[in-house]
């Protein structure tokens, strides 16, 4: 069976927005190497550099089916978060299990902040924090509870009314809201690409090099490409929600398709029309919510769409239908705003476990990987990507500790009855979501 590789879209406005730069050449030939990290995204990207740093004397490859960086990397929505509320779709529970993934987060966070600072990265960081808020009066007790878990963590918010939101964010459409000083936003390609800039020139980078299978072959493995064959010793998988295509953990984690748009640039008037407010990013207290940003350019991101039908060919998904979505989200929000704002429309795939559990693991023999972040990602993949190269070289840390702690991927359904579920559970998601869209 023919393995689904990526097939992004070309519109991703973070992306846009960055220099061109020229590609990487695909493999032609075949190729030998001691370790192969097979996609260049945040993750692989930090399992690359992680492993030249580990064993200089070794060979190391970077594969990616299209573009390094450019996959859900480059598509995010750029918050770089220590506290959640929700969990993808299953909310942990209880204080300890909070706490855990509290302190897991905030280590992610110092993690990227650490290479931002040390490498002067130009990421748009903004340590600002965010925002969690609800149109819908029924979710001021999900907002008081998520409050009340904060405080018994000593994590610094404050809890927002209608009208400290509209002055904060300059739409009148929230009733409640918190705000949560933790936290940073940043601009997600700009992140991508300064992690491809300081990757050590001894890693051996390929773009435009799906692999199309991968088998166990003598002392290591063979990996198979539309134009060449990787022979080496060991291989860490950083494919996110690929990981199923390409056999692994399948029945443990899926793919889902979000989809973002980013409007223009706010003219003087229009931004001084929604009271000039300063940058923020806001997430829905519901799961199916509108996450909406404000930019240090005075751009308004929005995503509020989730789906699972054909969710690994993002350019066969029709996104005109999305983007009318995204423009009644903003309509709403900004009525003062005209409706055909919105520069670009973007899909991206994210990796989703039915615990908002993530990966990190030996598959067997020297096959390794990390993956699924669920609706996060940005600081975990960071973190994950490099202490699975520690893994991979025999090395130990407190960071592997931490991760080793979480659970595990627990079991799905196969297919179609996990695909069906999926529907089932975004269309109630949905209909509950109606107004926070
Ligand atoms: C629209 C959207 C919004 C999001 N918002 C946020 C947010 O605000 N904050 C946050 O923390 N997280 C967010 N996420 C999640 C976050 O982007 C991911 O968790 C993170 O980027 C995962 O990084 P990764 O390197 O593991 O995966 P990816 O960036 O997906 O990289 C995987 C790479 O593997 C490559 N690949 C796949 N198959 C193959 C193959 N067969 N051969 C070779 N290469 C292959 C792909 O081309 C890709 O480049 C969002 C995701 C999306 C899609």
Redesign the pocket.
């Known amino acids: 069976m023919a ?4 097939n ?1 879209d070309q519109d991703c406005g973070w992306t846009t927005a960055l220099p061109p730069r020229t590609p990487s050449p695909a493999l032609s030939g075949d190729w030998t190497t001691d370790w192969v990290v ?9 399992a690359a550099r992680k492993l030249a740093e580990l064993l200089p004397e070794q060979r190391i490859t970077l ?19 220590d506290s959640t509320l929700n969990d993808g779709h299953l909310s942990d529970t209880g204080l300890a299990a909070y706490q855990q993934k509290y302190a897991l987060n905030s280590r992610a966070v110092a993690i990227v902040e650490d290479l931002v600072k040390h490498h002067g990265m130009d990421v748009d960081w903004d340590p600002s924090g965010k925002f969690h808020a609800a149109r819908g009066g029924q979710y001021l007790e999900k907002l008081e509870r998520f409050s009340d878990t904060l405080a018994q963590l000593d994590i610094k918010h404050q809890m927002l009314n209608a009208s400290e939101l509209q002055a904060r964010l300059g739409t009148g459409y929230y009733q409640h809201g918190i705000h949560t000083d933790g936290g940073v936003m940043l601009q ?1 390609a700009k992140l ?1 690409r300064a992690l491809l800039d300081i990757l050590p020139e001894s890693v051996s980078l390929f773009e435009n ?4 299978s991968w088998t166990e072959s003598g002392q290591g493995y063979s990996l198979k ?1 539309p134009q060449g064959t990787i022979t080496a010793r060991g291989i860490l998988f ?5 990981m199923p ?2 056999g692994l953990k399948q029945q443990r984690v899926f793919p ?5 748009s980013l409007t223009r640039p706010l003219s003087d008037v229009e931004y001084a029309a929604i009271g000039n407010p300063k940058p923020w ?1 806001l ?1 829905s207290a519901q799961a199916m919510g509108a ?1 909406v940003r404000l930019t240090e350019d005075r751009r308004i991101m929005i ?1 509020n769409t989730a789906e699972v039908w054909r969710p690994l060919n993002m350019a066969l998904t029709p996104l005109a239908q999305r983007q009318a979505l995204h423009v009644t989200g903003l309509q709403r929000r900004f009525p003062s705003l005209p409706a055909d704002m919105i520069a670009n429309t ?6 989703i476990s039915a615990n908002n559990a993530n990966v990190f693991e030996q598959i067997s023999g020297q096959v390794f990987a ?12 960071v973190m ?2 490099e202490s699975i190269a520690l893994k991979a070289a025999g090395g130990t840390s407190t960071d592997i500790d931490m991760i080793e702690q979480r659970p595990k991927p627990k079991w799905l359904p196969p297919s179609p009855f996990l695909q069906w579920g999926i529907k089932f559970k975004l269309a109630g998601d949905r209909r509950q979501a109606v107004d926070e869209r």
Request: charged fraction near 5%.
């Open positions: 393995i689904i590789v990526p992004n097979v996609g260049a995204g945040y993750t692989g990207l930090s594969v990616d089916a299209q573009i390094a960086g450019e996959g859900a990397s480059a598509r995010n929505s750029g918050y770089l978060v997600p991508a090099t799906p692999v199309l490409t950083a494919v996110n929600g690929f295509a390409l889902l398709t979000l989809t973002a990013g997430l996450t995503r973007w899909s991206g795939i994210t990796c990390a993956g699924c972040y669920n609706g996060g990602g940005i600081g975990l993949a994950y990507g």
